[in-house]
């Protein structure tokens, strides 16, 4: 059983950044698959970036286009999504997910059902 916990959402200008976390309780969180989504207002929650057991492989969305960067810290059992260059269509509330596996399969990691856990999620608010 893994609990997660998303923090350091908050209100920021277009074109501003933030650092969002993703603590994990439990044990072994290096054996996790860890994927970022997001939800804006009326939309279905999309798929935003994901980052393998070892932190050595990462996939982003396209619209990304190199402005997030995913990273990990198996010591303190954390995530990071490093937020660049936001803009107001970035606003929306941010989950991270995990599953236990070590397999890298686009197709699971990219979708909700790839995933088993969620966190309760941290609202990022793009300012223009």
């Known amino acids: 059983q893994v609990q997660l916990v998303e923090s350091g959402g908050g209100l920021v200008q277009a074109g501003g950044s933030l650092r969002l976390s993703c603590a994990a309780s439990?044990?072994?969180?290096?054996?996790?698959?860890v994927g970022w989504f997001r939800q804006a207002p009326g939309k279905e929650r999309e798929f935003v970036a994901a980052?393998?057991?070892?932190?050595?492989?990462?996939f982003y969305a396209g619209f990304v286009k190199g402005r997030f960067t995913v990273s990990r810290d198996n010591a303190k059992n954390t995530v990071y999504l490093q937020m660049s260059s936001l803009k107001p269509e970035d606003t929306a509330v941010y989950y991270c997910?995990?599953?236990?596996?070590?397999?890298?399969?686009?197709?699971?990691?990219?979708?909700?059902?790839?995933?088993?856990?969620w966190g309760q999620g941290t609202q990022v608010t793009v300012s223009s």
């Open positions: 997910a995990a599953n236990r596996t070590r397999t890298w399969n686009q197709s699971s990691f990219t979708s909700d059902p790839g995933y088993i856990y």
């Open positions: 980052i393998n057991w070892g932190g050595y492989s990462t």
């Open positions: 439990g044990r072994s969180f290096s054996d996790y698959t």
